[in-house]
């Protein structure tokens, strides 16, 4: 097992993370995760359920890369940081219409994420957030097909 190279900084995490939802092949996702991610790192937002560890979020980049292909994840603004917790402000661009949450964005939509880092730098949790009103459906009777609990 290869040991995985540690960021040498928050906002290196930050970058590579944003690489990860860019890139289309497993292997490109995995390499920009090993580095900004904890193994038992946490990642959710309005519309996914908690996802947790490196090849959990690599398929579930996988799979937006499938739902928007050609989409982009970029930083904007500063990481605003204090103590191990930061957040960022983000814009996902895609080539079509992006429809999130049952509220359709257009080609672009912005939000922002809470994270928490850990002492190596690497991400611990991601709590995400759209902006202009994403709703969850997460545990929502119309995102529970029936019979299932």
Request: charged share 20%; proline share 7%; aromatic share 8%.
């Amino acid at each position: 097992m290869t040991t995985p190279t540690k960021t040498s900084s928050k906002h290196e995490s930050v970058g590579l993370y944003a690489l990860a939802w860019a890139a289309q092949e497993p292997a490109d996702i995995r390499a920009a995760l090993t580095s900004c991610w904890d193994p038992k790192g946490r990642y959710v937002d309005p519309i996914t359920d908690p996802v947790t560890g490196v090849e959990a979020m690599v398929e579930h980049l996988v799979a937006f890369g499938r739902q928007f292909p050609g989409a982009t994840l970029t930083p904007t603004g500063d990481l605003e940081l204090h103590h191990d917790v930061g957040r960022f402000g983000w814009v996902m661009a895609a080539p079509s219409p992006i429809v999130l949450g049952g509220v359709d964005y257009g080609r672009r939509v912005t939000g922002f994420d809470v994270v928490e880092f850990a002492v190596d730098h690497r991400m611990t949790r991601v709590i995400g957030f759209f902006d202009g009103g994403a709703r969850s459906t997460v545990g929502s009777p119309a995102a529970t097909p029936a019979g299932s609990s």
